[in-house]
């Protein structure tokens, strides 16, 4: 007998959610995509659809930020049966970080191998650009430093080990791919690389705490990814994410630059057809263990 996570929802509840999901289906995902905000558009891109709304999912949290759709969508994306999260889940809404990260352990019981993330971050590296890609090659989790783990608590050896490493979080392979798929698509000269550092949020950072990230080896910043990255990897799915740089972080105390939400769609909305070309190019050439796919 297991104890409860501290979610409330135990290992046979997500199972019970995941043998729902299969049961309203015949799409069998392989790839689970989670939209950040302003790009939940690559939801739209999955053919012969079958969507649901958060709200009608037993044990499935309920997305409360503008700009987030709640729906998982279920389709063939270039070929490949995926599932699509319109919408995720913020700390700053107020859930517990294992509720918010309850839909990684649904993905994987799903049958889903390669997990790919995207969010809207700001941009802490001085190279980077309004509207440049960042592929994620690592992360830094500051909740984590003051204990706020999605993994805390008992832990069920059925999802995972009890101390996953996260040394090789970030698939080297997909990353290797996004350089490659980005090429040909010509966005070499806004696709870069780095850290991105996850805070609480919902209030942005002061300047003196960019100052610091950035001091810390953070090259983007944000309110989320990071604890979605975790539970993936503690079930053993791959992991790919991908960061939009909305906005600079103010680093300047002379600077008249202020973070906002709105500029944060906007520049989402910009990009976003290129960020959906590119991840969907990616599901395309993946290579596959299920030989369905
Ligand atoms: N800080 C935190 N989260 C964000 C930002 C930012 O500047 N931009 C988009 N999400």
Known sequence: MFPESSTGISYEDCKGTADWLLSQTSVRPLVGIVCGSGLGGLADMLKDQVAFNYKDIPNFPQSTVAGHAGRLVFGMLKGR?????????????????????????????????????????????????????????????????????????????????????????????????????????????????????????????????????????ADAVGMSTVHEVIVARHCGMRVFALSLITNKAVMDYDSEEKANHKEVLETGQHRSIQLQKLVSTMVNRMEYNNTNA
């Open 81 to 217: 049966p995926c599932v699509c999260m319109q919408g995720r889940f913020h700390l700053y809404e107020g859930y517990a970080i294992q509720k918010i990260t309850l839909p990684m352990r649904i993905f994987s019981l799903l049958g889903v191998e390669t997990v790919i993330l995207t969010n809207a971050a700001g941009g802490l590296n001085q190279d980077f650009k309004v509207g440049d890609i960042m592929i994620m090659k690592d992360h830094i989790n500051m909740p984590g430093f003051a204990g706020n783990n999605p993994l805390s608590g008992p832990n069920d050896d059925r999802f995972g080990v009890r101390f996953p490493c996260m040394s090789d979080a970030y698939d080297r392979e997909l990353q290797q791919l996004a350089v490659d798929v980005g090429q040909e698509l010509g966005y070499g000269d806004f696709l870069r690389e780095g850290v991105y550092c996850v805070l609480g949020g919902p209030s942005f950072e002061t300047i003196a705490e960019c100052r610091m990230l950035h001091k810390l080896g």
